[in-house]
């Protein structure tokens, strides 16, 4: 065998030797762990572009009663079994509960039945048509 392979090999076991010697199995010591912190008031640099959290609604319920003017109905998908209408830019199933907020206040509406050109909601026992808004 050559020496300089000889002296390699040996080197090479004797450092696997002393790594192997040292922890066997002690577990690793951390000196400085890392965090990382965010006031609530900045944005997380770890969010995507563009991204933002989802709104949390406030849990207060106001028991006045909705105008039929706050609702704008903008399409109605009737399939064999499924019926959506887009109410206010969000797509509402039949008997789906959504909130309302006017000013400060949220009122909780359901939509009750949809029907060619328009839209039964209930709100706390009130029934509210409205009609799909053509363009």
């Known amino acids: 065998m050559n020496r300089s392979r000889l002296l390699a090999l040996l080197w090479a076991g004797s450092a696997v030797g002393v790594f192997a010697a040292d922890t066997p199995n002690a577990p690793l010591k951390v ?3 890392s965090s990382f912190t965010v006031d609530a008031s900045v944005r997380n640099p770890f969010w ?13 319920q106001s028991n006045a009663e909705v105008p039929a003017s706050a609702f ?5 998908a009737m399939q064999a079994g499924n019926r959506f209408a887009i109410i206010n830019g969000q797509i509402i199933q039949e008997g789906q509960s959504f909130g309302l907020k006017l ?4 009122y909780h509406v359901q939509l ?3 029907e060619d050109g328009r839209v039964v909601l209930s709100q706390q026992g009130r029934t ?3 009609a799909l808004t053509r363009r």
């Open 48 to 60: 995507p572009i563009g991204w933002k959290p989802p709104v949390t609604a406030p849990s207060q």
């Open 128 to 130: 509210i048509t409205v």
């Open 31 to 33: 000196e400085h762990k």
């Open 103 to 106: 000013g400060e206040d949220i």
């Open 112 to 114: 009750q039945t949809i």
């Open 72 to 76: 704008v109905v903008s399409s109605i």
